[in-house]
């Protein structure tokens, strides 16, 4: 096997578990959306919320990124709020970003969250996943996703995007346990989420913690660990491997360590060689990109993306994005991102 590892998936599971690979896998975080002129193009056809109930036009965005670039994975095309809608959350996708119409406002609005099934409320996430493994399987990995169990919180309790998440905050200060019974329901909900992507064909799952990095390290504890091991350990109900990605989190890096996660997913804030230094030996990482270097020139692109493979090792490595690729950012730097970690050649 040494030295012959061509096959995408092959790569992507022997990164997440540190053994030999030809050359680092890459995916990149939102390859999927607003940056390409062929989601838009058919979001003047179609609203968002029929993209992500329509297995077919789920696919066909998932597939987009694929007829430009090289990537050794796709991941669904899905959004991370479709589980709060199928609780009752009424989720709308406004241009001030998404909102809920019937934000949590207490126990009374606990149960929604505990009856929730995946096969029966969110069929068509399945089926888009089903569809999606035909057309990737054997050549490409697929991802899995869902959010976090404290970022859906937030949402769910903010009612929108609030960066310093106070109205989640106050409530679990005054009331800790209602907090955490809601955390460990949606810790429930999402392991269920992701038990139905792997059995639909996921390789592997990642799980979007993006309001992880907005707590203090005593609310960090509180807030994002009980859950993340609850879900980390549900998630060993399958044999895949699970990659957590914390926004802004470098901090907390050490906590979430010991939860039971495979991967974790490393953004801007924090340098790959430190992560390393930082998680326990055979944990393997993914990121890290800023965003705004697929801005610059593409020799510029690939010594950046050499170097960092470099200064990180490639053993048990996926190279992605720090964060989300955002619409501002040129395909041609998406191409030249990609292309560089293709060409890599492991010393
Ligand atoms: O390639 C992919 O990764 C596509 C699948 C995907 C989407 N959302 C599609 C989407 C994934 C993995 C997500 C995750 C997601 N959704 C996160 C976590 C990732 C992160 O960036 O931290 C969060 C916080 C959300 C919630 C959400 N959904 C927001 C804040 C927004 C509006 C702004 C934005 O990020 O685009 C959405 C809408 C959304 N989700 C769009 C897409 C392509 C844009 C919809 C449109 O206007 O066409």
């Known amino acids: 096997m040494e030295g012959c590892l061509v096959n995408s998936v092959e790569r992507m599971i022997a990164a997440c578990s540190c053994q030999h690979v030809d050359r680092p896998p890459v995916w990149l975080m939102r390859q999927a959306g607003r940056y390409l002129p ?4 058919l979001r003047r056809k179609h609203s968002f919320w029929d993209v992500l109930r329509s297995p077919a036009l789920a696919l066909e965005v998932a597939l987009q990124p694929f007829r430009r670039f090289q990537l050794d994975a796709a991941i669904l095309f899905s959004d991370i709020l479709v589980l709060l809608d199928a609780m009752g959350a009424q989720v709308a996708y406004t241009d ?9 406002r207490g126990a009374r609005d606990l ?20 569809l999606l493994c035909q057309h990737m399987h054997p050549q490409r990995a697929v991802i899995g996703f869902a959010g976090a169990p404290l970022t859906l919180a937030a949402y769910l309790c903010e009612g929108g995007p609030s960066k310093d998440l106070r109205t989640i905050k106050s409530l679990s ?15 429930d909900a999402v392991a269920d989420l992701l038990i139905m992507q792997v059995d639909a064909g996921a390789d592997l799952l990642q799980v ?10 005593q609310d960090h504890e509180l807030l994002c660990v009980p859950a993340n091991k609850r879900l980390a350990q ?25 939860l039971g996660f495979q991967v974790h997913s490393i953004d801007t804030s924090l340098s790959l060689s430190r992560a390393r230094e930082i998680l326990p030996a055979g944990t393997a990482i993914q990121g ?18 050499r170097e960092m493979i470099q200064r990180a090792g490639h053993l048990g490595l996926i190279v992605n994005l720090g964060q989300g690729l955002v619409p501002e950012i040129p395909v041609e730097g998406v191409a030249a991102f990609v292309r560089a970690v293709t060409e890599y050649q492991a010393p």
């Open 96 to 104: 001030k970003g998404p909102s809920m119409g019937r934000p949590f």
């Open 38 to 41: 062929e989601y838009l193009e």
């Open 288 to 305: 890290n990109t800023d965003p705004a270097v697929l801005m610059a020139p593409p020799e510029y692109i690939h010594t950046h993306v």
């Open 234 to 258: 549900r998630l060993k109900e399958r044999d895949v491997p699970v990659i957590l990605y914390e926004r802004g989190a470098a901090s907390h890096l050490e906590s979430s360590s010991r």
């Open 208 to 217: 979007f913690d993006t309001w992880a990095g907005n707590l203090s390290p």
């Open 173 to 187: 200060y005054r009331d800790p346990h209602l907090v955490q019974d809601l955390l460990l329901a949606l810790a």
């Open 111 to 130: 149960p929604s969250i505990y009856k929730l099934d995946p096969h029966r409320d969110l069929p068509w996430v399945g089926e888009a996943m089903e």
